[in-house]
């Protein structure tokens, strides 16, 4: 059994076998006693590695074992290995030649996250999302077939990101195709099935044997010549199977199922996946591991361990640093505490997202208006559409990349219905390290195109406060849309007030140049101000926009200057050049936001000064345009 670490190791751990077994070639040429001294080298310094960048923690603990099984049976990166949202492929980046580069993890420039494919041939498919593992492996188990080859696909899927319709979806079309390929899942939580032990080993172990295999489809063709024997036999096998083992559903949806199997036992592990590797059509693997495993406090703690910053020179705790500021997220969290205090008709609804947007203590004060739909924007989206049909005031707790998943279910079923629906969008933005797939790029760009959407952008934590009371009282669908981490640390006023809706805000009166700020680049706008005598707007509202104030600007200024963190395409800028147009008011404007490509990961602060967002950048682009006009 693996071994069992209670702190994370500040020098470099000896690790013989690891060192052996630098990629998977390497790996396959140890000998299968020498595997579980291999997870425990393996564990050590991933502990190692995380504590010095920080990251994504107890996944990658939890998988160790498959991650090393799955190497050593398969011929990877030939044979096609996905992983769904990439938490957990730590483990396997240190085994596919990346060990040595491990500690520049989600430094700029350095390993990312997430498997990329431009990283490494071992990553087969870019991630960040859920549920999108089994949809890929399918392509490319079909992709396989249309070229005749032999090579596998196996996807890796956890159990909260099989909640989601779409994995389902690829389940189903797999089996109507049947598709050689590999789903396994990794059931951390205990959420499918407790039936671990030596008799689901055992049964394991016989259910995916060639044998086994062999005999089930010579007895098909003897008993398909009687009539109604094989659908007896056939039945018969699925209720003994059932009596044991909990694939009925799988079963039924056209998958050989196998399991459930202890994913840390490694020599079973093995034994399986060599039996299951060569058999033909969709198999379906369950194993059970636990998040976080080998080290003592994550697997007491697996959401606080989910992931960590990285260790402090001084300080060995492996707790997160604590921000000097309350963060936008715990804002939201008070606000919803607030007003469903004073209003009984509100809801909160979160796809799998409690913890990270704050949703704790209304999940605890107010159990019965809680709902966390799992992995499920699109139901979490259209849900909140139905109980505004019937009187309910649902406020939708959601990450903004996450939103885009539920895209048109937010035109669909609540916009075109014009349903009375909170969005409270977080991780609006840049969001650091984790990079382009969760970064918030895009929602001022999708949503402001929606008629009667109305989208606002607070620029501090007070802002927050008053625009999400603003939202709530709006007689239709709403977001507001703020970032990740710590704000400039206002004063909040507690009253519950809601500002007029479409009026922006002059922060600073200037002259010849107005810098008109859609969310929290204010401080930054107020600062380059002071330097330029420009005038200063807190916009707050991209739909409707203050066209009285972007009129008036228009006409006492000879330079507008937009700035948000949101594609500078189709963004609030756009929206400002658009009404300017039509009014043919012709005046320069200058549009700052983020550019027309992915921006990697970073450091928060490094990707703003890439993109020209933080006040040295601010500075420098007005002060090129202005010398450009002459000012």
């Known amino acids: 059994m693996p071994t069992t670490f209670h702190e994370i190791p500040r020098e470099r751990p000896v690790t013989p076998l690891l060192d052996r077994a630098a990629t998977p070639d390497q790996l396959r040429r140890l000998g299968e006693a020498e595997l579980e001294t291999l997870a425990d080298e393996?564990?050590?310094?991933?502990l190692y590695t995380v504590g010095k960048t920080g990251g994504h923690f107890g996944a990658g603990l939890g998988v160790v074992e498959l991650t090393i099984a799955?190497?050593?049976?398969?011929?990877?990166?030939?044979?096609?290995?996905?992983?769904?949202?990439?938490?957990?492929?730590?483990?396997?980046?240190?085994?596919?030649?990346?060990?040595?580069?491990?500690?520049?993890?989600?430094?700029?420039?350095?390993?990312?996250?997430?498997?990329r494919r431009v990283e490494s041939p071992y990553d087969t498919f870019g991630v960040g999302h859920s549920s999108t593992s089994i949809s890929a492996a399918?392509?490319?188990?079909?992709?396989?077939?249309?070229?005749?080859?032999?090579?596998?696909?196996?996807?890796?899927?956890?159990?909260?990101?099989?909640?989601a319709g779409m994995a389902f979806e690829a389940l189903n079309h797999a089996s109507d195709v049947q598709a050689d390929m590999l789903v396994i899942l990794n059931d951390n939580d205990m959420s499918i099935s407790r039936n671990v032990g030596g008799l689901s080993n055992y049964l394991a172990k016989i259910l995916s044997s060639r044998t086994y295999a062999s005999m089930r489809e010579g007895s098909k063709?003897?008993?398909?010549?009687?009539?109604?024997?094989?659908?007896?036999?056939?039945?018969?096998?699925?209720?003994?199977?059932?009596?044991?083992?909990?694939?009925?559903?799988?079963?039924?949806?056209?998958?050989?199922?196998?399991?459930?199997?202890?994913?840390?036992?490694?020599?079973t592990l093995v034994a399986t996946l060599r039996n299951m590797r060569d058999l033909k059509g969709p198999q379906f693997l369950h194993v059970v591991t636990k998040k976080g495993k080998g080290f003592a406090p994550a697997e007491v703690d697996p959401?606080?361990?989910?992931?960590?910053?990285?260790?402090?020179?001084?300080?060995?705790s492996a707790a997160p640093k604590k921000a000097s500021g309350p963060k936008y997220s715990s804002v939201f969290g008070q606000w919803l505490c607030d007003m469903a205090g004073q209003d009984p008709r509100l809801v909160g609804i979160t796809p799998a997202m409690k913890e990270g947007s704050d949703l704790v203590a209304f999940s605890e004060r107010f159990p019965d208006r809680y709902f966390d739909v799992a992995i499920a924007e699109q139901h979490a989206v259209t849900l909140a559409a139905g109980m505004a049909c019937d009187g309910a005031k649902p406020v939708v707790a959601i990450y903004s990349t996450f939103l885009q998943r539920g895209y048109d279910q937010l035109i669909h079923d609540v916009a075109v219905q014009n349903l009375d629906v909170l969005f409270a969008i977080d991780r609006a933005g840049l969001v650091g390290e984790d990079g382009?797939?969760?970064?918030?790029?895009?929602?001022?760009?999708?949503?402001?195109?929606?008629?009667?959407?109305?989208?606002?952008?607070?620029?501090?934590?007070?802002?927050?406060?008053?625009?999400l009371t603003t939202g709530y009282h709006f007689e239709g669908p709403a977001a507001v849309r703020y970032p990740r981490g710590s704000g400039p640390n206002a004063a909040i006023e507690r009253e519950l007030a809601p500002v007029q809706i479409g009026k922006g805000v002059v922060r600073r009166q200037g002259a010849k140049v107005a810098l008109l700020v859609f969310g929290v680049q204010l401080a930054e706008a107020l600062q380059v101000a002071e330097g330029l005598?420009?005038?200063?707007?807190?916009?707050?509202?991209?739909?409707?926009?203050?066209?009285?104030?972007?009129?008036?600007?228009?006409?006492?200024?000879?330079?507008?200057?937009?700035?948000?963190e949101n594609s500078v395409m189709g963004g609030a800028g756009a929206a400002v050049s658009e009404f300017l147009a039509r009014e043919n008011l012709q005046k320069p404007i200058l549009h700052l936001g983020l550019p027309d490509y992915y921006v990697e990961h970073a450091k928060p602060a490094e990707m703003l000064a890439e993109c020209g967002l933080d006040a040295a950048g601010i500075d420098a682009s007005v002060r090129a345009r202005m010398a450009l006009l002459g000012l």
Not at 74 to 93: E, I, S
Not at 143 to 159: C, H, L, P, T, W
Not at 303 to 316: E, R, S, V, W
């Open 70 to 115: 799955l190497h050593y049976v398969y011929d990877t990166p030939d044979d096609r290995l996905v992983w769904d949202v990439g938490h957990q492929a730590y483990p396997h980046k240190i085994l596919t030649g990346r060990r040595e580069q491990m500690g520049s993890l989600r430094q700029k420039d350095g390993v990312a996250a997430f498997p």
């Open 533 to 564: 005598d420009a005038t200063v707007v807190d916009m707050r509202f991209v739909k409707p926009l203050d066209e009285a104030l972007v009129r008036e600007l228009a006409g006492s200024h000879d330079l507008l200057v937009t700035i948000e």
């Open 42 to 46: 393996l564990r050590q310094y991933l």
């Open 303 to 316: 959401i606080g361990y989910h992931a960590i910053t990285k260790l402090d020179p001084i300080n060995t």
């Open 436 to 467: 382009p797939t969760h970064a918030g790029s895009f929602d001022l760009s999708y949503l402001r195109c929606i008629p009667g959407m109305l989208v606002m952008t607070p620029s501090d934590e007070n802002e927050l406060r008053l625009l």
């Open 138 to 163: 399918l392509g490319m188990a079909i992709a396989a077939r249309m070229q005749g080859s032999n090579r596998k696909s196996i996807a890796v899927i956890g159990d909260g990101a099989l909640t």
């Open 221 to 267: 063709k003897v008993l398909s010549r009687l009539p109604g024997a094989w659908e007896i036999a056939r039945r018969t096998e699925e209720y003994a199977k059932g009596m044991l083992v909990p694939g009925t559903l799988f079963e039924e949806l056209g998958w050989n199922y196998i399991g459930p199997i202890d994913g840390h036992d490694l020599p």
